[in-house]
């Protein structure tokens, strides 16, 4: 299937529902790994919208990437819970390890660095997720350990 | 010999490798001859004793925590599976001072039931508030709800039933119930314990609110965060469909109800409720200049009754006991219990359920233990991150709505997070600024550019440059965002920033760099 007519078929799974942008934009995302250029405007006719109120939403919401990331995605949590309990270490530890900044990618598209802020773990804070896996009490051996079985 | 064994699927234990103890405690088992049966619950919410294992015994669930996959076989060894003696026995976890002094409400079942087994809800109360509601009619159900105290949970402390009143009062046709479920504080995980925990609670408490104002759909506004709170919340909500709890009939009363769960996209101006609504109708989750109120104009222009995941899950205990023995618990205007979540550098982290009215010393002594670096604690903040930081000198105030909002805090969400002397306050104050900048919709001007200024401003205090000048601009900043932003991101990010300020001066004073 193309990749329009795979867009046409998520939007028409959902276009009767109320509301449907944010979840056909989900769905897209869980596809392609992002929401590709070439999705506004297939979405936004389907839907009768402008191209511009489909890119508002899409630019709106930190969780959509216009850019697929990774292979992996490891995320770290830079709230305050997460830094009273020494996150900022994690944090820079990560950046080290990879040699990237938050929202980057590694040159060889393995691994895409992402801050969160806050992943509900604050009781096991630092707190961070690595392809959807959680892992509180974070230390830079226990984010190495997670990291190396995942991409190993 | 067979044997049944709990461990929690919460993500917190999981975070901590609780799906690695339970395979590994079953190969143990298994190596062992004992005929084990892993039954999986919600945490107890004691997180620094996770992975929690409770093994079922003659005197009831013995615990033994933390269980790391590596120190399974050596307990097994030594008889975990008879609840024999162990350094990591903590006993029948019931009578676990830390939990035994709580006061469960919302919080009775999270831990002690599999989540999802429905007969088990049913069994332990499930289902009995909805029947009372049910034989009460829609305004007597308000009534208990409104005589019960119940404020809103999420951060507002709304009182629940008016809000509920209003929704009723409007005009009948299509009205709905929506649950705020983005629970993007730092510090908070209640609700994600909840719905993790005790998912049937909050589908009943939907249910009710349902019934009380005449709406026949529920939405439930969950952070894409949380995606072990979506599945349980999927699962449940497909087996109570079945069991004719959801649907045209809910409980062959007549009463037409379903519930419906969207996931947000990574926006904590989401958790407002204008914003949530317009994120629900698939828009750019923009705040709504109000009036009108949601309760008169919500979700797609109609009624909504929004409400908080703890709010809501309330609402059965309140419904199946009575409104005044809901009431009994509290002190003047906070009726009724709170989950507080101890978060941080702290020792014994977890969820703390009690009437209203602790201190914030009691929370972080007693149950906390202190700083988990073993330093004093320095500051807490309270209600998120847009909660004020109190120093030391303020933590004999009462963890209740009055009480905080006289010292200017705030309860919020009920999330408390310490910090050890180590803190930079005048770093937590440029990082509240920088946080509102990164999560402001940008629709209006004080939130939008006030706080990208802010954080210049404080980054260039940090700097040591032009430091007299940049602190009244802050001041000036933090006015003009109390009084000119739409909705609480930007009117509140101030006080995070000026409790650092007005009780941490001396973080915001000249430094030498590299001193």
Redesign the interface.
């Given at each position: 299937m193309s990749a329009e007519a795979r867009i046409v078929a998520i939007v028409e799974r959902h276009r009767h529902r109320?509301?449907?942008?944010?979840?056909i934009?989900?769905d897209v995302q869980a596809d392609f790994g992002c929401i590709p250029s070439g999705a506004v405007p297939v979405i936004a006719s389907t839907l009768n919208m402008s191209r511009a109120e489909v890119h508002?939403?899409v630019s709106?919401?930190?969780?959509?990437r216009t850019r697929a990331p990774g292979r992996h995605v490891l995320q770290i949590c830079r709230?305050?819970?997460?830094?009273?309990?020494g996150g900022r270490a994690i944090e820079s530890h990560a950046q080290k390890r990879f040699g990237i900044g938050f929202g980057e990618t590694t040159a060889d598209g393995q691994v895409t660095l992402d801050a969160?802020?806050?992943?509900?773990?604050?009781?096991?804070?630092p707190?961070a997720?690595f392809d959807?896996e959680?892992?509180?009490?974070v230390t830079p051996e226990s984010l190495d350990a997670l990291i190396d079985a995942g991409t190993r | 010999m067979s044997v049944t064994a709990w461990v929690p699927r919460d993500?917190?234990a999981?975070?901590?490798g609780a799906q690695a103890t339970a395979r590994k405690l079953q190969s143990e088992a298994k190596a062992a001859g004992v005929d084990l049966t892993i039954r999986r619950n919600g945490s107890r919410?004691l997180?620094?004793l996770?992975p929690l294992v409770e093994i079922e015994c003659a005197e009831g669930r013995i615990a033994y925590g933390p269980v790391t996959e590596r120190e399974v076989p050596d307990l097994v060894a030594k008889g975990l599976l008879k609840g024999a003696a162990h350094r990591l026995r903590i006993g029948p976890i019931e009578e676990h001072p830390w939990l035994a002094t709580q006061q469960r409400l919302t919080f009775a079942r999270v831990g002690r039931i599999d989540p999802l087994d429905l007969a088990a809800y049913r069994a332990t109360g499930g289902y009995k508030g909805l029947a009372r509601a049910l034989e009460l009619g829609p305004e007597a159900t308000v009534n208990e709800v409104l005589e019960s105290g119940l404020r809103g949970r999420g951060g507002a402390a709304f009182p629940t039933g008016i809000k509920w009143q209003t929704v009723l009062r409007q005009p009948a046709g299509q009205k709905y119930v929506t649950c705020n479920a983005d629970?993007?504080?730092?510090?908070?995980?209640s609700?994600?314990m909840l719905m993790e925990g005790d998912p049937y609670a909050l589908m009943e408490g939907m249910t009710i609110a349902g019934f009380a104002v005449g709406a026949t759909r529920g939405f439930i506004y969950l952070r894409?965060?949380?995606?072990?709170a979506f599945k349980v919340l999927a699962s449940v909500l497909s087996t109570a469909r079945e069991a004719g709890l959801l649907g045209d009939d809910v409980l062959g009363s007549g009463n037409s109800f379903d519930i419906e769960v969207?996931?947000?996209?990574?926006?904590?101006i989401c958790g407002e409720e204008t914003s949530m609504l317009e994120?629900?109708?698939?828009?750019?989750?923009?705040v709504r200049v109000r009036p009108p109120l949601p309760a008169e104009k919500g979700l797609?222009g109609a009624p909504t009754v929004v409400n908080n995941v703890i709010t809501l899950a309330t609402v059965p205990t309140i419904l199946a006991g009575g409104a005044a023995a809901y009431r009994d618990y509290g002190q003047a205007k906070s009726r009724g219990t709170l989950p507080l979540?101890?978060?941080?550098?702290?020792r014994r982290?977890?969820?703390v359920e009690r009437a209203f009215g602790l201190t914030v010393r009691e929370l972080l002594e007693d149950y906390g233990g202190g700083s988990?670096s073993g330093r004093p604690i320095r500051a807490v903040?309270i209600g998120g991150?847009l909660g004020a930081y109190l120093p030391a000198s303020q933590f004999d105030t009462p963890l209740e709505y009055e009480g905080l909002s006289a010292i200017g805090a705030l309860l919020g969400h009920g999330?408390v997070?310490?910090?050890?002397d180590t803190?930079d306050m005048l770093e937590?104050a440029r990082?509240a600024m920088e946080?509102c900048a990164?999560?402001s919709?940008g629709k209006c001007t004080p939130c939008r550019i006030g706080s990208v200024r802010g954080a210049e401003a404080l980054a260039a205090i940090s700097r040591g440059e032009d430091r007299e000048r940049q602190l009244v601009l802050v001041e000036e900043l933090c006015d003009t965002m109390l009084n000119a932003s739409l909705c609480g991101l930007g009117g509140m990010t101030p006080f995070p920033v000026q409790s650092a300020m007005k009780h941490f001066p001396e973080d915001f004073r000249l430094r030498t760099r590299g001193g």
């Open positions: 109320d509301g449907p942008l944010i979840e934009l989900h508002g939403v709106f919401y930190h969780h959509f709230a305050e819970s997460c830094q009273a309990a969160v802020f806050c992943l509900g773990l604050c009781a096991c804070s707190a997720m959807g959680v892992l509180g009490r | 993500a917190g999981l975070a901590v919410g997180y620094w996770e629970e993007g504080d730092s510090g908070t995980f609700d994600r894409v965060e949380y995606p072990h969207r996931l947000g996209a990574g926006a904590y994120s629900l109708e698939g828009r750019r989750g923009e797609f979540q101890l978060a941080g550098n702290i982290g977890g969820l988990q903040q991150p999330g997070v310490a910090f050890d803190v937590m990082y946080f990164i999560e919709c």
